[in-house]
């Protein structure tokens, strides 16, 4: 059973900036492409972003493209979503995600077999 462990959620007031981390202890974290999502009280968890496996592809929901971004360093075993320009309607509850064979990013909740925790990020106005 692959583990993912997300990090760096807070709170940060709106305009501000938050890096959250996604990290897979135990995985061939290379090979893996990783989906991140959010969600909210009350609401569906929602596609926020996505990278493949080399790092080359990316893709971002309307809602946040051009202020997030996401990178990954496999070196490291670790993913990272970059936040800048927060917005009070980007607070949720932050989450990666993984596949099991880890091929592709997917947008659909029910493609993926492997989650973190998930990281709280509170943006305030």
């Known amino acids: 059973q692959v583990q993912l462990v997300e990090s760096g959620g807070g709170l940060v007031q709106a305009g501000g900036s938050l890096r959250l981390s996604c990290a897979a202890p135990?995985?061939?974290?290379?090979?893996?492409?990783t989906g991140w999502f959010r969600q909210s009280p009350g609401k569906v968890r929602e596609f926020v972003g996505g990278?493949?496996?080399?790092?080359?592809?990316?893709s971002y929901a309307d809602s946040v493209k051009g202020r997030f971004t996401i990178s990954r360093d496999n070196a490291k075993n670790t993913v990272y979503l970059q936040m800048n320009s927060l917005k009070p309607e980007d607070t949720a509850v932050y989450y990666c995600?993984?596949?099991?064979?880890?091929?592709?990013?997917?947008?659909?909740?029910?493609?993926?077999?492997?989650w973190g925790q998930g990281t709280q990020v509170t943006v305030s106005s």
């Open positions: 995600a993984q596949s099991r064979a880890g091929s592709y990013y997917y947008e659909r909740v029910d493609r993926y077999d492997y």
């Open positions: 135990g995985r061939t974290f290379s090979s893996a492409a």
């Open positions: 990278i493949g496996r080399s790092g080359i592809s990316t």
